[in-house]
């Protein structure tokens, strides 16, 4: 086994074993729990960091593989030989993500103890916050995906517990179940996906499928009677509706915002850095065996989730709700980018939107700490204290988690000097290229893009303002704000300092010079058939010879000379757009008084399409109506059919057999009984009979005799008279 290898499945180890420690002696350990959990994932993140030096430090070495045979089934049937492979995957890719899961986790575990104190499930809160690592790091290091989808739905059920952590209250509730049940569509069709490649391939592991992609595709790998190719298509995009859900994009994205019920803490580890990253990764990893039509599809789906979810934080009140759907924009900016070909891009902007994504949630838990101990000051039960509307001025009262929680806003709005403004600017740059030469509704994505840029500009900025500038709207309250403790800001000081650039390049506006796009990450090459892939080609292009070989395939050498051409425009205009955002934020912030007045003008344009934003283009209440009331109405009229139709069906089984059974009843004790009684009593009484004729006294023998001699003469006597 390789040195690398057993590390990473130590790393892998640790947080399961902090789990199973923590989450069977919670009584005991109680407050003190911290203590295994803590140190545990902070071991696993040494160890990641240690095989990601390793391995980053020779950026061309091949991948690394090492597993078990797990199950054995023998022969079956169509199939042959089937034998479930456990293993191990290491690439550049895995190691970068390796690191990404365990520091964050490592910061949110930290943040916790101060966050959580004195909560009563804060034994049980840290156990499943190390399941939840574990899980993680299980779908990262997989190397098949049958492993992947047992880590995958594993991520599911320790996210559904993490968010219903406040299982007393009903939001909660609702939104736990809402994010399991959602989630359990993408899983479905996630796992038809797999399945689909795994009749036909005979195999879980992803370069044995690549592999055999790349030598041609068999006439009998067909769904429904189609054609191999188009059922390529349809098995990739049935793997990302997996990504779909896990990723929130349309149309599965409405249980996200929800999930903030969740404490805080839990959203920056779970629904911002890791988990909804899940979705990226799994996309990245198949992104070989991707059609031109499935590669479409994603960045189309990508760029309106993006969209969408940008056009809804504008109008949100709530500080974690906004993140939330800027979470979802995010997402449909990496999905845009793995469907635009720009991979690396997409796994690059994963990697920053971890660092600036969770020191917003976790700045945000910080502020939300704040208001909560000065209402509890002022005894003030009424003021909301996620409201953005109800704070004000805040950096001073609290300068680390306000200067922190600014740098995080510049990184994600873009600006240079951060690592954001490097991965977003190769997005942009991808997508343009992409639209160029793919032509058609693929030219709208860039600018789309382009739009984000200044929605997302424009949303943090009023958030910015609203919170910590500007006056305080609860000036009693203000008085009684105090900054968070130690364990709460180191962190955020943590992932402020991750969001610079110089983690990724040595220079801010060149992405493509750095070491993160030129030897960490490079986008795979693809392995579909020709027909299949997007059709345009590089300039000068001649047909090299056929070769078995896994190398860029024509229209990826086009797309990144493409990419190249149009990287400098890309950062213009990314720049032009995040400061007409940030213009736009800051009037908004300055005449809050007036466009609020407009807004709640019932016959105004902007009351309707506040209104029609704040409720998330209704997307909820169609759901509502279309399937949760639709199900309710199905689940009515098959209890109404149960209660009346099947019970009654029964109920008069039952009753028929009742009565049946007594008419049977009556006739057994009076016919079949009587019959046999009458014959009973008729023998009885011939005993009686006869028995009264032995008397043991001859005379009344010889009276008997006598009698029957004369009967008999009577008889003789008639019958001859009658003859």
Known sequence: MDQLILISLVALGLPLLSFVLVIFNQR???????????????????????????????????????????????????????????????????????????????????????????????????????????????????????????????????????????????????ASRKAFIVNRVGDALLWIGILLLFSEFHTFDFREIFGFINQGLPISFSFLGLTPETTLTIAGLLIFGGA???????????????????????????????????????????????????????????????????????????????????????????????????????????????????????????????????????HDDKTNDHDIFNMGGLIRRMPLTGWTYLIATLAITGLPLTAAFMSKDEILA??????????????????????????????????????????????????????????????????????????????????????FLTKWIATPAQVIPPQ?????????????????????????????????ADSSFAELAALASAACGFIAGWYFFLFRRRTGAIARTPSSFIFHLSSFLQKGWYFDTIYEYAIVDTVTLGARMVGWFDRNILDGAVNLASRTTVILARITGAFDKYVVDGLVTLVGASVQFLGLMARSVQTGRIPTYLTW??????????????????S
Not at 301 to 307: C, L, P, Q, V, W
Not at 485 to 491: A, F, Q, S
Not at 545 to 551: G, H, N, Y
């Open 430 to 515: 991808g997508a343009m290229a992409y639209g160029q030469l793919q032509s058609g509704i693929a030219q709208a994505i860039p600018w789309v893009g382009f739009g984000v840029t200044m929605l997302t500009a424009l949303y943090m900025c009023r958030q910015v303002f609203l919170v910590f500038f500007g006056q305080s709207a609860k000036p009693a309250l203000f008085e009684k704000i105090r900054e968070s403790p130690k364990l709460m800001t180191i962190p955020l000081m943590v992932l402020a300092v991750l969001t610079l650039w110089f983690w990724y390049g040595k220079n801010p506006v060149n992405p493509e010079g750095g070491w």
């Open 244 to 378: 779909v859900a896990k990723s929130a994009q349309f149309p599965l994205h409405v249980w996200l915002p929800d999930a903030m019920e969740g404490p805080t803490p839990v959203s920056a580890l779970i629904h911002a850095a890791t988990m909804v990253a899940a979705g990226v990764y799994l996309m990245a990893r198949v992104f070989p065996l991707l059609t031109s039509n499935a590669m479409l599809i994603i960045a189309c789906t990508g760029a309106f989730t993006s969209f969408m979810a940008a056009t809804i934080a504008i109008t949100q009140r709530d500080i974690k709700k906004i993140l939330a759907y800027s979470t979802i924009s995010q997402l449909g900016l990496m999905m845009m980018s793995i469907g635009s070909g720009a991979v690396a891009a997409g796994v690059f902007h994963l990697v920053t939107h971890a660092a600036f994504k969770a020191c917003l949630f976790l700045g945000a838990g910080s502020v939300i700490y704040a208001m909560h101990h000065a209402k509890d000051a002022l």
């Open 532 to 564: 299949t892939a997007p059709q345009f080609l590089p300039r000068n292009y001649t047909p090299a010879l056929e070769s078995a070989a896994i190398s860029p395939m024509p229209h990826q050498i086009a797309l990144k000379e493409s990419r190249a």
């Open 28 to 174: 005991q350990l109680g407050e003190h729990s911290y203590l295994i959990a803590t140190p545990a994932v902070a071991f696993s993140a040494t160890l990641s960091g240690y095989v990601a030096w390793m391995r980053l430090g020779a950026p061309s070495a091949p991948a690394v593989q090492w597993g078990f045979d797990w199950l054995h089934f023998g022969t079956v049937p169509g199939i042959g030989p089937l034998v479930i492979w456990q293993s191990v995957f290491l690439d550049n890719m895995t190691v970068i993500l390796m690191v990404v899961v365990t520091g964050i986790s490592l910061l949110v575990h930290i943040f916790s103890i101060a966050y959580m104190k004195r909560d009563p499930r804060f034994a049980r809160y840290f156990a499943f916050l190390g399941l939840f690592t574990f899980a993680m790091l299980g779908i990262v290091l997989s190397g098949n995906f049958f492993q992947l989808y047992i880590f995958w739905e594993l991520v599911g059920f320790s996210s559904y517990v993490l968010i219903a952590h406040y299982y007393e209250r009903p939001a909660p509730q609702h």
């Open 705 to 722: 005799v006598v009698a029957a001699v004369v009967v008999i003469l009577v008889i003789l006597r008639f019958a001859i008279f009658h």
